[in-house]
């Protein structure tokens, strides 16, 4: 099983990027992925989840109305859109699997490496 995130940058506030998530040696369809942000100094933090099965979503309250979450299972792929990016997302996104949608990165078995996101003038 292995993630890899993708698709991080520099922007500038107010702008969007869209992350992916491509998943290898499992069929994507049958896990939940969720996404999380780590900042420097602080602890890793969920930003939503696309469940197994029916690819419902969630979404964290601090990121909702700007942040969606699709996956494209043909492509095994999980997209994180982020829009109206302020420096307050400045950080390491990482995607993860597992059966089931938490909140808490420890529940995660797999882990992709992350991919920085950067927000300046």
């Known amino acids: 099983v292995q993630l890899q995130a993708s698709g991080g940058g520099l922007v500038q506030p107010g702008g969007s990027l869209r992350l992916s998530c491509a998943a290898s040696g499992f069929t994507l369809d049958d896990y939940a992925i969720g996404w999380f942000r780590q900042a420097p100094g602080k602890e890793r933090q969920g930003v939503g989840c696309?469940?197994?099965?029916?690819?419902?979503?969630y979404i964290t309250d601090s990121v909702k109305g700007r942040f969606t979450i699709s996956r494209d299972n043909a492509k095994n792929t999980v997209y994180l859109q982020m829009n109206s990016l302020s420096p307050e997302d400045t950080a390491v996104y990482y995607c993860?699997?597992?059966?089931?949608?938490?909140?808490?990165?420890?529940?995660?078995?797999?882990w992709g490496q992350g991919t920085q996101v950067t927000v300046s003038s």
């Open positions: 993860a699997a597992h059966s089931s949608c938490y909140s808490d990165p420890a529940m995660y078995t797999y």
């Open positions: 696309t469940r197994s099965h029916d690819g419902g979503t």
